[in-house]
């Protein structure tokens, strides 16, 4: 399954490359990618566990960034 998330108050470049890692190294994540340009979050993940892993990939960002939300509906 593949997702994008719309990002608010990503502040940095590098931020988002940090993040951008740590999402990749999580299990179950076959790819992920935060642009800073468009503000937006796309994660791809196997499907039994990619509810898991979108709130793995929040806290991952919140760590980087706490200011930044990632909105998830």
């Known amino acids: 399954m593949k997702k994008t998330f719309q990002m608010i108050d990503l502040d940095c470049a590098n ?7 740590a ?3 999580l299990p179950g994540v076959k790819n992920a990618a935060v642009s800073f340009m468009t503000q ?3 994660i791809e993940a196997e499907d039994d566990k990619f509810d898991d892993v979108v709130k ?3 806290k991952a960002c919140k760590k980087v ?6 909105v998830v509906k």
């Not at 960034?65 to 990632?70: I, L, Q, S």
């Open 56 to 58: 793995q990939a929040v």
């Open 65 to 70: 960034e706490p200011d930044c939300e990632v």
């Open 40 to 42: 937006k979050l796309t």
């Open 23 to 25: 999402i990749k190294k």
């Open 15 to 21: 931020c988002a490359a940090k993040m951008e890692d």
